[in-house]
């Protein structure tokens, strides 16, 4: 403690007492005598100032050695560390920048090391790279080649392809070098893959090349020899062995001499066994081999006089074809200038060659206008395809207008000097007089003349097309139908019917501008597209006026007939929609006008679209229910009036759609109707009637007296197998036929009155009985009415529901009953629905109704029911 509080103690003193008390806490170090002599070497108080300097200083040497060591130690350390960073800087800077991929792998080529240059060459990251299989690390056939070399301790070569990871197939070459340990084992081996891709490549064109080379030299028609520095012929061509007479092989080693540049090009005669040629020689320096050589070219002039004399004779020839040709042979020079005219020129344009020698600039007077600058080009600087044919409007002397079809030609001598262009001009005035008629008749009706669907497709899309580009551009597409034309064409006779159709043409072009398009589509559709209108209302007045005009009685030989149209309108602009979209939405329009009884025109609205893509859909989904059994029929009772007893009943088919619920017959009968659905649905409401009925008629024999009404559709009535469907359902299901009542509508009977009078018999032969359905609404005559073999006729519910209201159905309804009972007929009422209603019906003494007064329609189980309580 007073040491710690003696701060002017000198350091030797402090250091004397350390040493002394680390002495003290040491003992051991004093123990390392042998043990007799412990205890005189054991210290003692009165000696541990004497050492205490010798001990201090042993311990700061052993301690400035141990911090110079510990110094020396770090040293070294950082400087393996830094230049292992070093070197992990290089090897990753080799590893990602090499142009090869380095790979270090064990005997088994399991990957110890793959540079990052992987990335580069194959696409594959390295820990990828080194995941796949052998096969697809190194080229095709490595792992088979490595096995076949054994343990060899030398670089091992081998190249294949190798695909990259994007798919591309690259050729590359893999250099394997094996490694050993000390006692010779192998440890593993380092591979350095390189693309050899290119190099493959230059060598495949080289080859390529080469072949190419030998095949030119070979076929050449010429003679070629290559003679070497001492006149020995180092390589000769088949040609050559053809003009000597010999083998290329027997040629190859002979002397051919010495030749002098000088003397090239030479004519030189070769003799050989039998005879002799002449050749004109041409030599050129060529390195052969490494070797400086001489080509010899050897071109046959043998027949160069024969030749010239032919080449005499075939331009003789060829001016004699040309001067004679049909055609107007013309060569105009680069200048312009007439080089030469055939005299069939007189005959195509009118004017004698000497003419157009004199002025050349006469060819360009005698083309129209509008064609003059594609001529001039043309008979000048030639077509960009020779084999090009064009077709000008020439006008002849004396004013004709001519067609000529061109066809010209670049002429060039044998230095590619230009020396003009050779033309052929031909007369085809006939023949394009014949393909303007043919296209006129193509895109026009034969019977009005008027443009047809194509051409008025055609002028529609323009329409179109003019709208993108014009912001205030009017037009409209008019589809027009004649109402009851196949009445008219069937009653006067198809004469008669083409005779109004040309004279509505007349009309419907009279009430239209130069600028639109009247076209006739088919029978009695026409179709007007009124182009470039100052507004949507213009089209609306040509409209009325159009259908004003057609009311208009049409007279032809004795007869007059009147006619209506109905008419779908389009009005543009619109835009994103094309030519047949229009017609298309112009036929919505027009149907709709049609449904609204016709003799109108509507206007197109997207309204209209989407109905009818609903219309659409139902007829998709209606062919859907029949198939899937979703149509089920109900059962209206039919009683007598007197007592208002329960006589029969009336099938009603219903759909039970599975989304839109419940759907009663207007919804669907129509669709069904036009579609030809309807046969397929009529056949089924009366295989399911007739069934329905068979199985009652077996189980309660006491229901015997009552009926069953099923409603033949129009269709359904005009099929040819209708008597024979008939007939096959009442054998299969086992119904007595008097049981079933079969209602026909007036309007379908009266469609061809005379053939229903022989089907309407054969349907009563089977057994059945007929009515009349919806009757009053029709046009029936008294006469057909006595030959139609009926047993009733049924009132519509449109005059039972007006009898109370309107004293003219009511006159109606007293007329039908008195004409039925006239006829010997029942009557039935549909539709009552009140006790007035049943009254006055009484009272004019019809004999059956039904109604909602009576009874709604009910199922199958519930009218059986109800004829059981009747019974």
């Not at 043990?35 to 005189?40: D, F, K, N, P, S």
């Not at 991929?101 to 060459?121: A, N």
């Amino acid at each position: 403690m007073e040491d710690r509080l003696a701060p002017s103690v000198p350091a030797a003193a402090r250091f004397r007492r350390t040493m002394r008390r680390a002495a003290l806490a040491l003992p051991g170090l004093w123990a390392v005598v042998p043990a007799g002599q412990a205890y005189a070497a054991a210290p003692t108080f009165a000696s541990l100032p004497m050492l205490a300097p010798v001990f201090g200083l042993i311990l700061i040497v052993a301690v400035v050695a141990l911090v110079v060591a510990l110094n020396q130690v770090l040293s070294a350390r950082r400087a393996i560390a830094e230049r292992l960073r070093e070197l992990q800087s290089q090897l990753a800077i080799l590893s990602v920048n090499a142009a090869d991929i380095i790979v270090l792998t064990d005997p088994m080529l399991r990957p110890r090391f793959v540079s990052d240059s992987v990335r580069k060459v194959l696409g594959y990251g390295s820990a990828q790279f080194g995941s796949l299989p052998v096969e697809r690390r190194f080229p095709a056939g490595f792992e088979d080649h490595l096995r076949e070399q054994g343990n060899k301790r030398e670089t091992i070569r081998h190249t294949g392809p190798l695909d990259a990871k994007d798919g591309r197939r690259l050729w590359m070459e893999a250099l394997s070098t094996p490694s050993f340990d000390d006692a010779g084992s192998l440890t593993g081996y380092v591979h350095v893959i390189r693309d050899v891709t290119a190099s493959k490549e230059s060598e495949a064109r080289l080859r390529e090349q080469e072949i190419r080379f030998r095949k030119l030299i070979s076929d050449q028609a010429d003679a070629l020899l290559v003679v070497g520095p001492g006149g020995d012929v180092r390589f000769a061509n088949p040609a050559a062995a053809k003009m000597f007479c010999a083998e290329v092989t027997e040629l190859t080693g002979m002397r051919f001499g010495i030749i002098r540049r000088e003397e090239s090009p030479l004519e030189m005669c070769i003799l050989y066994d039998g005879g002799y040629s002449l050749a004109e020689m041409r030599v050129r320096d060529i390195l052969w081999d490494g070797e400086g050589c001489t080509a010899v070219y050897l071109h046959d002039t043998s027949s160069r006089l024969g030749i010239e004399k032919a080449l005499r004779e075939s331009e003789e020839r060829y001016r004699m074809v040309a001067e004679y040709t049909h055609d107007w042979e013309l060569w105009i020079g680069p200048d312009g200038e007439v080089l030469f005219t055939s005299p069939s020129c007189e005959r195509v344009s009118g004017y004698p060659p000497d003419e157009f020698r004199k002025n050349p600039a006469l060819l360009d007077e005698l083309v129209l206008e509008n064609d003059r600058e594609t001529w001039s080009t043309l008979l000048r600087e030639g077509p960009v395809d020779s084999s090009e044919a064009v077709d000008f409007r020439f006008v002849r002397r004396g004013g004709d207008l001519r067609w000529v079809c061109v066809s010209s030609q670049r002429v060039y001598d044998e230095d590619g000097v230009f020396q003009g262009t050779r033309s052929s001009l031909r007369d085809i005035t006939n023949r394009k007089n014949m393909e303007m008629e043919l296209r006129h008749k193509s895109l026009h009706d034969v019977l009005t003349g008027l443009a047809n669907r194509d051409l008025c497709l055609d002028r529609i899309q323009r329409g179109l097309q003019r709208a993108k580009r014009r912001a205030s551009f009017f037009f409209a597409v008019l589809f027009i139908d004649l109402d009851r034309f196949k009445i008219i064409n069937e009653s006067l006779g198809h004469n008669y019917g083409d005779k109004l159709l040309k004279q509505v043409a007349e009309r419907l072009t009279h009430h239209v501008r130069g600028m639109d398009t009247v076209s006739r589509f088919g029978s009695d559709e026409f179709v007007l597209f009124l182009d470039d209108l100052d507004s949507p209302r213009e089209a609306i007045a040509a409209a009325k006026r159009i259908n004003a005009s057609i009311r208009l009685p049409y007279r032809f030989d004795n007869h007059e007939v009147l006619t209506t149209a109905s008419m779908g309108i389009v009005l543009g602009p619109v835009f994103d929609i094309t030519a047949e979209d229009m017609l298309r939405n112009a036929t919505i329009a027009l149907h709709r006008a049609k449904e609204l009884g016709g003799d109108r025109f509507k206007v197109f609205t997207e309204r209209m679209l989407d109905q009818a893509m609903q219309r659409m859909s139902l007829e998709r989904d209606l062919r859907q229910g029949l198939a899937n059994d979703e149509f089920f029929l109900v059962y209206q009772p039919v009683l007598r009036m007197k007592d208002r007893q329960l006589v029969g009943f009336e099938a009603l088919v219903r759909w039970q759609h599975p989304s839109r619920g419940l759907l009663l017959p207007g919804e669907f009968i129509p669709l069904a109707e036009e579609t030809g659905q309807i046969l397929e649905l009529g056949r089924f409401v009366l295989q399911e009637a007739c069934s329905t009925m068979a199985a009652w008629q077996e189980q309660h024999p006491e229901t015997e007296p009552f009926f069953l009404s099923v409603n033949l559709s129009g269709r359904q009535f005009s099929s040819l197998d209708l008597i024979e469907q008939v007939r096959s359902i009442i054998y299969k299901t086992g119904i007595s036929a008097s049981r079933i009542k079969l209602e026909i509508t007036e309007t379908t009977i009266m469609e061809d009155a005379e053939n229903a009078v022989e089907k309407l018999r054969r349907l009563k032969n089977l057994g059945l009985t007929i009515s009349i359905d919806d009757f009053g609404t029709g046009y029936s005559s008294m006469s057909y009415l006595q030959q139609f073999p009926l047993d009733n006729l049924k009132i519509d519910l449109s005059f039972v529901r007006l009898m109370e209201v309107s004293p003219e159905n009511k006159e109606i309804v007293r007329a039908i009953v008195s004409l039925a009972h006239t006829l010997g007929l029942d009557v039935v009422a549909e539709g009552v629905e009140n006790e007035q209603q049943e009254q006055t019906l009484r009272d004019l003494g019809c004999e059956y109704a039904q109604g909602f007064l009576y009874a709604r329609p009910m199922p199958a189980d519930d009218a059986r029911r109800m004829m059981l309580e009747t019974a």
